[in-house]
């Protein structure tokens, strides 16, 4: 198979800070960024309100050898928007020194939350759980699999 599923959050205008959040705490690389503004530049009927020319339309962001999608709309408009607990991400390496600068350097922020202090337990040498500012949930893991 020739494709890749990429984990897309829709963040209600707290885009472009979770992007510059996810640079700095993640060293997160931006790919792809394109604001309300710039989209109406390339497509004169594309609307949205006032005051919104920052928010982001799309953007792609690669963190390690993966990419993570952030826009500000919800993807079922037929429900409204709402942070959830029903997905995280799950950042994972064998490299335990890897896992552990990462969990030291989000957790530098102070509006995030730890949920689970990072240390062993039964299935990890090294296994956190933390909610940074926009809901989103990440799960810090020392894997020993090979996957």
Request: proline share 4%; net charge negative; charged share 25%.
């Amino acid at each position: 198979m020739n494709f890749e599923v990429i984990p897309f959050l829709s963040l209600n205008g707290q885009a472009a800070a979770a992007i510059a959040f996810y640079e700095e705490y993640l060293g997160a690389k931006v790919i792809f960024k394109k604001t309300y503004q710039e989209m109406k530049e390339m497509v004169p009927n594309f609307s949205y309100e006032e005051g919104k020319d920052d928010y982001i339309t799309h953007s792609v962001l690669e963190i390690g050898r993966n990419k993570l999608m952030i826009a500000e709309e919800e993807m079922d408009t037929t429900q409204p928007w709402q942070q959830g607990n029903s997905f995280s991400l799950c950042i994972q390496s064998k490299d335990y020194n890897e896992i552990d600068k990462l969990y030291r350097s989000l957790t530098k922020h102070k509006e995030v939350t730890v949920l689970a202090p990072f240390e062993k337990n039964s299935f990890s040498p090294g296994y956190g759980i933390i909610r940074d500012p926009f809901g989103v949930v990440i799960q810090l893991c020392v894997t020993v699999h090979d996957f």
